[in-house]
Every structure is written in C-alpha cells, then in structure tokens.
C-alpha cells in the first residue's frame, strides 16, 4: 500500500510539476565600469614620509585619502589595528607620526 502511495505521489509530481512553473525571467548582465585610485600616488607632504614609508606597501594613497573624516581615536585605532591584526612593521614612532599625519589631513574638525 506504501509503495504504491508512493508511487501515485511522484507520478503526480511528475505530471503536475511541468504546469507550475512558467517561463523563468531572462536574465542580462550588464558591463560596469570603476575607477580605480591611482596605485602611483603617495601620500602629500608635509609630514607625510611615516605614511607614504609604512602604509603604501598594503594601501594605496587614494584609498586611504577617500576615507570618510574621522576622529583622532578612530584613526589610532585603525593604526593600532594595522599593527596588531594585520602584524604592519610599524615602529611606535612612525605610528604616532601616521595618527598625527591622518588626524591633521582626515580628522574631523
């Protein structure tokens, strides 16, 4: 009886199922272009030599330079992070020179 329940249920999957469906969306796929930041580009002076000597080897200048304004801490922190996380050879004088160099050209004001 199982069996044949069974049996019943998946040809009855079978038939019906064709019915459900309907034609599915076609799908277009469109070129996009972007405009990547210049990988040349370093970092403006003055007091820019910590930054363009430590941070150019990951980031570039643009990425950086897009960054949204941000506070002094933030800015620490994402250093801090470079160093700690991402183990960046950072000595502790280049890293407060990269804040002080971020805070005076990304701070917030």
């Not at 250093?79 to 160099?101: F, G, H, L, T």
Request: charged content about 20%; proline content about 8%.
């Amino acid at each position: 009886m199982l069996r044949k329940t069974f049996s019943l249920a998946l040809l009855a999957v079978a038939i019906l199922a064709p019915l459900t469906g309907g034609a599915a969306p076609s799908l277009t796929l469109k070129s996009v272009t972007v405009d990547l930041p210049d990988p040349g580009r370093t970092f403006p002076d003055p007091g820019a030599e910590a930054i363009n000597n430590n941070c150019l080897a990951c980031h570039s200048a643009g990425m950086v330079l897009n960054q949204p304004a941000l506070p002094r801490s933030t800015w620490q922190a994402e250093v801090d992070k470079m160093i700690r996380v991402y183990k960046a050879p950072v000595s502790a004088d280049d890293a407060a020179a990269i804040v002080d160099y971020l805070a005076k050209t990304k701070g917030t004001k």
